[in-house]
């Protein structure tokens, strides 16, 4: 069965939409996904095998849509927190933004696990460089079925080394996702939960801790 999505109305393969992402890093966490997703909506937040893409753990994240709140960062890697200067987890997502773009971006957000579709960023630094971004975004089932969640990663390149880093929206793609099978609740399973690395803020040198034999995330239990 080959794997679509809704494009403008029309349906378009996922090989022809990976062509867009120009980093390995994106195309990998989107494979994964779609092979989670098996033709439905979304996966489930606890089918996400971080084995299966510890090359992309150091960029990933799982934003958390809080009720009445801004979307709240629930687990975050080493690039993001790099950027930032300092632990994002709990941190609102937008905070990555300059105050120009935060209502636009949790506007995506908010359309992400609404409509629900896929969604890619690139970014500009708001301090002057020559650097850029891209952020993929995919919807991601909590543990009760509701889309309440977002499964991201963000690689950036040739940014200024003054922190925290924050950025613009220079342009986007969206795909809406169609289902292809019959959307079940899955039983809870073993996944996206691996234990927190220690993150150490230096002033602009980043401190980062030893590798270990498996990259792994931080975790933020807030309960769902």
Known sequence: MRATFGERGNVTELARYRTSMRHPVLTDLLDHWESLRAGRIAPHRAEIDPRRIEDVLEHAFILEMVEDGAPRFRIAGMHLCDLMGMEIRTMPAASLFAPSDRDRFNEVLQRIVSVPEIVELDLLPQMPGDGGAQMLLLPVRNDKGAITRILGALVATGLPAERPQRFTIA???TTRIIAQVFDRINE??????????AYQPGAHAIARPARQSRPQLRLVKSGD
């Open 171 to 173: 342009a986007s793609r």
């Open 188 to 197: 809870p399973v073993a996944g996206f939960a691996e234990p927190m690395l």
